[in-house]
């Protein structure tokens, strides 16, 4: 079974620094997917970036990027100059590839980044 | 506009009771999934299905029950057996080709007295 561990509950940032967010996972896949969503006060889940395994270069989406270490099952992101609004929860999730039959979507516990004036 | 809808936002029912919740998609999705969230828990699947008349277990299936009898709908049922029901629920769908992440209803709060 796959587990995603995120090892940081809480986490703060001062607006406009950079903040790395860690999460590891554990699979025996070598065709997998990586997430990271964003959970603001209002709960409503928000993809933040996708990153496909069998790419070797790291997704960027704007002020959002990501570390994808394969052999070391690591997947952090980071957030250049933060702002305000990046305020909330962050879930790093794990979907097994195509080829196989189970979309099974699994979440770690997240982390909740706080973002200060 | 394509997306999500979970209902109602906010239930409350009595202990002993089961409860329907409601969620609908018109993405033309193939896959459909159920969330609990608890603090400190990050999300818990409940039951998940890859397409229409079929769905598994996830990993906190007890005392829950689903259906998937149209494409657009995956209701999950909480039973009497859930020994603690109160929490916030997500349900989810995504593609099973092309595109693979999820998008997300709003969430139901259930809170039983």
């Known amino acids: 079974a796959q587990t995603v561990t995120q090892s940081q509950p809480e986490m703060s940032v001062q607006e406009a620094e950079t903040v790395t967010l860690s999460c590891t996972y554990d699979t025996s896949e070598n065709n997998y997917y990586l997430f990271w969503y964003k959970q603001p006060p209002s709960r409503q889940m928000i993809l933040v970036i996708r990153?496909?395994?069998?790419?070797?270069q790291n997704a960027t989406e704007n002020r959002f990027s990501v570390n994808f270490q394969k052999a070391a099952k690591s997947f952090s992101l980071k957030i250049s100059d933060s702002q305000l609004g990046d305020t909330a929860m962050y879930f790093c999730a794990f979907m097994k590839g195509r080829g196989g039959s189970n979309y099974k979507l699994t979440f770690g516990k997240g982390t909740l980044l706080t973002v200060n004036p | 506009d394509g997306g999500i809808t979970q209902s109602p936002k906010y239930l409350f029912r009595k202990e002993g009771q089961n409860v329907t919740l409601s969620c609908e998609q018109n993405l033309n999705h193939d896959a459909m999934y159920w969330y609990r969230q608890d603090p400190g828990q990050g999300l818990r699947l409940i039951y998940y299905s890859q397409i229409v008349n079929d769905f598994q277990k996830g990993d906190i299936a007890e005392g829950y029950s689903v259906s998937r009898e149209k494409k657009e709908s995956f209701p999950l049922t909480v039973t009497s057996a859930q020994k603690n029901p109160t929490a916030f629920y997500l349900c989810a769908s995504s593609e099973r080709q092309g595109r693979t992440e999820a998008f997300f209803g709003q969430g139901t709060r259930l809170t039983v007295v």
């Open positions: 990153q496909e395994a069998y790419k070797q």
